[in-house]
């Protein structure tokens, strides 16, 4: 590893319009440059992105209050542009006046901790993504029979599963109301992460396929899945809603469904995406993290239901035997402060 060098603490407010890429722009550069399994949720509607000038990527962030700036992810670059496009970044933003903002880098996948810790950040694990190569998938054995036992009960209870079509209007309606039920029934103490997940609409909306439950008559939940680009390219499993009333199993018999079309159509891998919160191992930390941030983080994980339903989300991606599971992280800028550790809260929702 090079020198650790400290980056320029840009300004927040520089450069209004100046990088600025389209939507339609963007899906080129990710589709061009993208090695990230969640790299299409750079492409949601609140996300702002920047793309290179002397280098060519992007870099999808956004602000949260005046000072700090919340990166997605490290710049979607070839390998060896990706430093400089972030320092490109940086630059940008100090273009104009404003207080020295601090930077976040959310989802930072491991081959890119170098380029944060060669710059001076602190950089911690945030949690663990996960991944089924669909080539060695199989439903047989014990790994899955916990997913066999639901989906065959979902079955018994006349669950189905189709493809929505994306101009059908009685689908949408359908998936509206399941939305509404699911974020009532999820109560004012739980929220969800709108940073890190995908969403129905925005740019990245003609890209995704949605598989739908139907029990009686009516949809009660649904899957929706996002193209995934690069060395174990495929699809994103991302939203998730169910219907109060939907038979137990409908989840399972959806993911499946949908992992046995895409398997048949010759995608190689469908990813559960970050489990914030879950799966930290010493090993896993690299030199430059802080054992105080760790430390915090970790509590969140044994006790911090209210935040973020860590283990029961880890449970149900371990549930399918995912063939890999990788370490994601978050860097900081001049150190960990509680305002940043905040604001990175604030722009996933955990808070």
């Known amino acids: ?43 949601n509607e609140g996300t702002s992105r920047y793309a290179g000038r002397s280098r060519e990527g992007l870099v999808a962030y956004t602000r949260r209050g005046r000072r700090d ?13 990706r430093g400089g496009l972030l320092e490109e970044f940086w630059a940008h933003l100090a273009a104009g006046p404003g207080p020295a903002p601090r930077v976040t880098a959310a989802q930072v996948a491991r081959a890119d901790v170098p380029l944060y810790a060669e710059r001076g950040f602190t950089v911690n694990q945030l949690g663990c993504t996960y991944g089924i190569d669909l080539a060695r998938f199989t439903v047989r054995g014990k790994p899955l029979a916990k997913v066999r036992q639901n989906v065959n009960r979902a079955r018994r209870e006349g669950v189905t599963v189709v493809e929505a079509d994306p101009g059908d209007l009685k689908d949408r309606r359908e998936l509206d109301a399941i939305d509404a039920r699911w974020l009532a029934g999820k109560g004012r103490h739980v929220k969800e992460l709108s940073f890190l997940i995908g969403e129905r609409g925005g740019p990245a909306g003609p890209l995704r396929r949605t598989f739908l439950a139907r029990h009686q008559g009516r949809t009660v939940g649904y899957i929706s899945y996002s193209p995934v680009w690069g060395v174990r390219s495929g699809w994103l499993y991302d939203l998730t809603r169910r219907s109060p009333s939907a038979p137990v199993g409908t989840v399972e018999l959806v993911n499946l469904t ?22 930290f191992r010493d090993a896993h930390e690299p030199a430059c993290s802080s054992r105080g941030l760790g430390r915090a983080l970790r509590w969140v994980a044994e006790h911090g239901r209210l935040v973020y339903p860590a283990r029961s989300q880890e449970a149900f991606k371990l549930k399918w035997a995912p063939h890999v599971i990788e370490p994601e992280y978050v860097a900081f800028h001049d150190g960990v402060g509680l305002p940043a550790v905040w604001h990175l809260l604030r722009a996933t929702g955990a808070v």
């Open 258 to 279: 949908a992992l046995a079309r895409f398997r048949e159509e010759g995608a190689g891998w469908l990813h559960l995406g970050l489990t914030p919160f879950a799966g």
């Open 1 to 43: 590893m090079n020198a650790r060098r400290t980056a320029p603490a840009p300004a927040v407010g520089a450069g209004v319009g100046v990088g600025v890429v389209a939507a339609g722009r963007a899906v080129e550069l990710l589709r061009a440059h993208a090695d990230h399994p969640s790299a299409v949720l750079a492409l």
């Open 69 to 81: 700036v919340v990166q997605f992810a490290a710049p979607f670059a070839r390998p060896e542009d």
